[in-house]
T-cell receptor, first 113, second 115 residues
């Protein structure tokens, strides 16, 4: 079965510093990978996805993600964090056969001023 | 264009009571989903639908029923609520256009407490 793992429950970073939120995946076949963000008391919002092509995927709000096949990782990155980036981030992978998504457990990002 | 809407936003039930959560989307999407979100467990798929009149079980379907009588609506029912169903419920939808397929659009959620 397809799965993703987010090894960090929480990531703390100072405003202006680069941030990384980690995700590793386990799939059979080619991975379709996603990042979503959830702000407090809101639904999830799509950030970016990797299906094929360039290993560096650019998304919304200045975020990008690096697909690494040899390390089976899909880490979310941003060069300079903002306080407003503080939220819950979910990595997800498309399940086999149909466009269902399997989500990770989420990583809370806290950006301090 | 409201996207995906959910009603109600909050609800408190007593054990054994029933209720229906309504999800509506105005993007003409074929696929719709119901998830529950619990601390430390991420989102888990309850049921989903690939089109009007169809439903299928997801990862955690027990205790829930769904119906998709109209393309734009997806209803989630709890026939006899249990405290284990205390959670935040999210509805999502996605289209079949190859350019946007797999991108799910989420509603704002329903916070349900079962006492």
């Amino acid at each position: 079965a397809q799965s993703v793992a987010q090894p960090e429950d929480q990531v703390n970073v100072a405003e202006g510093n680069p941030l990384t939120v980690k995700c590793t995946y386990s799939v059979s076949g080619n991975p379709y990978l996603f990042w979503y963000v959830q702000y407090p008391n809101r639904g999830l919002q799509f950030l970016l996805k990797y299906i094929t092509g360039d290993n560096l995927v650019k998304g919304s709000y200045g975020f990008e993600a690096e697909f690494n096949k040899s390390q089976t990782s899909f880490h979310l990155k941003k060069p300079s964090a903002l306080v407003s980036d503080s939220a819950l981030y979910f990595c997800a992978v498309r399940d086999t056969g149909f466009q269902k998504l399997v989500f990770g457990t989420g990583t809370r990002l806290l950006v301090s001023p | 264009n409201a996207g995906v809407t959910q009603t109600p936003k909050f609800r408190v039930l007593k054990t054994g009571q029933s209720m229906t959560l309504l999800c509506a989307q105005d993007m003409n999407h074929e696929y719709m989903y119901w998830y529950r979100q619990d601390p430390g467990m991420g989102l888990r798929l309850i049921h989903y639908s690939v089109g009007e009149g169809t439903t299928a079980k997801g990862e955690v379907p027990d205790g829930y029923n769904v119906s998709r009588l109209k393309k734009q609506n997806f209803l989630l029912g709890l026939e006899s609520a249990a405290p284990s169903q205390t959670s935040v419920y999210f509805c999502a939808s996605s289209g079949w256009d190859p350019l946007t397929a797999d991108t799910q659009y989420f509603g704002p959620g329903t916070r349900l407490t079962v006492l």
